[in-house]
């Protein structure tokens, strides 16, 4: 009678399956920090830190008639090289981005002197922060201005307290109150571990040998001792890159069945592709950031590279220079028109050519003075560059046609269309 078998279909992300290649499924850790040896989320943060973290902050100062412009202020050191003796502006960024990418909040403590001025910013681990909110409504999610914020730090050997106006507090990610912000992390958390498990999936299958399990049937009973040591036996014998492709030798009775599983059936590189378009869509990466070039053109790139700006930096760029702004300043300040804003010029600068037909249009439009455009180029003003400039065949528009009118303004001809006449007349008489 012949043998009856049954046949499983197994997916990648199946707990059977990632079993049956040694792989514990409660074991993979995607919270915080761990998630960072995830390829995809490691690239997506490396990205979004360092677009961050190159474009440079600073003080500007908008007057009476609205016209903006960069300000002298005591906090344009502190922000544009060295926000503490330790780290440079950059680091420090890139710290406070990471830091909101994994947790969905990002924490600085702000250092005063006796005078009150700001004189450092230091980053904090955000997951040794907790925001307490203590009032009567808290537990109901309702937070009003008879509520009591604060940040509870978590040093080690004791627990420090510091309120809002001593710290700032970044939230890139969703929040569902305007005091928490979620963690991408903890929201995107089956799909991160699909993406665990396929990389655990690949090593495995490389540490392996290539080589697929199977199931060894033989004739005869063993207890548990033998078992085990048949099975460590064999698998020294036949596991590993040493013994790939090498020939296994099997005790009369015995049998090898292997287990015919491989990665096409398993739908491995089609789960994969789509884990991590669904890690970088939740960063608001593009995928010809990450490499993926499948189906990048030169005119889609560049535009997928101004909806990374405007889709997905600009609103961490508006929560940081907002938090800033409005902690970091003081009153009379804020009432004089200062404000904290990230150049994105870094970003939206284009190739030479295209910056100089910029410029050419602004110049040759009457908007932009030359010597403008050549301070955009870091270059040194030129005398008389700070006048505008225009086409002087424009004429307002209500003066349209007049140059070709045989009529002044008073009913008689112009004297030039006079001498033209006349000059006529004496040529024919």
């Given at each position: 009678?012949?043998?009856?078998?049954?046949?499983?279909?197994?997916?990648?992300?199946?707990?059977?399956l990632?079993?049956?290649?040694?792989?514990?499924?409660?074991?993979?850790?995607?919270?915080?920090?761990?998630?960072?040896?995830?390829?995809?989320?490691?690239?997506?943060?490396?990205?979004?830190?360092?677009?961050?973290?190159?474009?440079?902050?600073?003080?500007?100062?908008?007057?009476?008639?609205?016209?903006?412009?960069?300000?002298?202020?005591?906090?344009?050191?502190?922000?544009?090289?060295?926000?503490?003796?330790?780290?440079?502006?950059?680091?420090?960024?890139?710290?406070?981005?990471?830091?909101?990418?994994?947790?969905?909040?990002?924490?600085?403590?702000?250092?005063?002197?006796?005078?009150?001025?700001?004189?450092?910013l230091?980053?904090?681990?955000?997951?040794?922060?907790?925001?307490?909110?203590?009032?009567?409504?808290?537990?109901?999610?309702?937070?009003?201005?008879?509520?009591s914020?604060?940040?509870?730090?978590?040093?080690?050997?004791?627990?420090?307290?510091?309120?809002?106006?001593?710290?700032?507090?970044?939230?890139?990610?969703?929040?569902?109150?305007?005091?928490?912000?979620?963690?991408p992390?903890?929201?995107?958390?089956?799909?991160?571990?699909?993406?665990?498990?396929?990389?655990?999936?690949?090593?495995?299958?490389?540490?392996?040998?290539?080589?697929?399990?199977?199931?060894?049937?033989?004739?005869?009973?063993?207890?548990?001792?033998?078992?085990?040591?048949?099975?460590?036996?064999?698998?020294?014998?036949?596991?590993?890159?040493?013994?790939?492709?090498?020939?296994?030798?099997?005790?009369?009775?015995?049998?090898?069945?292997?287990?015919?599983?491989?990665?096409?059936?398993?739908?491995?590189?089609?789960?994969n592709?789509?884990?991590?378009?669904?890690?970088?869509?939740?960063?608001?990466?593009?995928?010809?950031?990450?490499?993926?070039?499948?189906?990048?053109?030169?005119?889609?790139?560049?535009?997928?590279?101004?909806?990374?700006?405007?889709?997905?930096?600009?609103?961490?760029?508006?929560?940081?220079?907002?938090?800033?702004?409005?902690?970091?300043?003081?009153?009379?300040e804020?009432?004089?028109g200062?404000?904290?804003?990230?150049n994105?010029d870094?970003?939206?600068?284009?190739?030479?050519?295209?910056?100089?037909?910029?410029?050419?249009?602004?110049?040759?439009?009457?908007?932009?003075?030359?010597?403008?455009?050549?301070?955009?180029?870091?270059?040194?003003?030129?005398?008389?560059?700070?006048?505008?400039?225009?086409?002087?065949?424009?004429?307002?528009?209500?003066?349209?046609?007049?140059?070709?009118?045989?009529?002044?303004?008073?009913?008689?001809?112009?004297?030039?269309?006079?001498?033209?006449?006349?000059?006529?007349?004496?040529?024919t008489?």
């Amino acid at each position: 009678m012949p043998e009856k078998r049954e046949t499983v279909e197994l997916n990648v992300d199946d707990r059977r399956l990632l079993e049956m290649f040694g792989i514990d499924p409660d074991s993979i850790n995607v919270k915080g920090k761990a998630a960072l040896k995830i390829d995809t989320v490691y690239a997506c943060v490396r990205i979004r830190s360092e677009s961050v973290a190159k474009l440079p902050l600073k003080v500007h100062q908008e007057d009476e008639n609205g016209i903006q412009k960069p300000a002298k202020h005591q906090l344009h050191q502190l922000l544009r090289l060295r926000p503490n003796p330790y780290m440079s502006a950059f680091d420090f960024w890139k710290c406070i981005e990471a830091q909101s990418c994994l947790y969905g909040n990002a924490y600085a403590s702000i250092e005063y002197d006796r005078r009150g001025r700001v004189v450092g910013l230091w980053p904090m681990d955000a997951a040794r922060v907790k925001i307490i909110v203590d009032n009567d409504t808290a537990a109901s999610g309702i937070v009003t201005n008879q509520s009591s914020v604060a940040y509870e730090v978590n040093l080690g050997a004791e627990q420090r307290k510091l309120m809002p106006h001593d710290v700032l507090h970044f939230k890139s990610g969703l929040t569902l109150d305007g005091i928490v912000g979620l963690s991408p992390l903890d929201l995107l958390k089956g799909t991160l571990e699909n993406a665990a498990s396929a990389n655990k999936f690949v090593n495995n299958f490389y540490k392996q040998g290539l080589q697929a399990k199977g199931i060894i049937q033989y004739v005869g009973e063993l207890d548990e001792k033998a078992k085990r040591n048949f099975r460590d036996k064999f698998e020294s014998m036949s596991s590993g890159l040493n013994n790939s492709h090498r020939v296994a030798l099997m005790p009369v009775g015995y049998q090898f069945v292997p287990i015919a599983l491989n990665m096409h059936d398993a739908q491995f590189l089609e789960n994969n592709q789509l884990t991590i378009r669904q890690i970088a869509a939740a960063y608001g990466i593009k995928m010809h950031q990450l490499n993926d070039l499948t189906r990048a053109t030169h005119t889609n790139v560049a535009e997928q590279q101004k909806e990374f700006y405007t889709d997905t930096l600009q609103p961490i760029l508006t929560c940081y220079e907002q938090e800033m702004t409005w902690k970091l300043l003081l009153d009379d300040e804020l009432d004089a028109g200062y404000y904290l804003r990230f150049n994105v010029d870094a970003i939206l600068r284009g190739d030479l050519k295209s910056r100089y037909e910029a410029y050419r249009i602004g110049v040759q439009g009457g908007f932009l003075a030359p010597n403008e455009a050549r301070a955009k180029e870091e270059l040194p003003p030129k005398e008389g560059g700070d006048q505008l400039l225009v086409n002087g065949s424009m004429v307002p528009i209500i003066d349209a046609g007049k140059a070709y009118s045989t009529k002044g303004g008073d009913g008689t001809g112009t004297g030039e269309e006079d001498d033209l006449d006349k000059g006529d007349k004496s040529t024919t008489g």
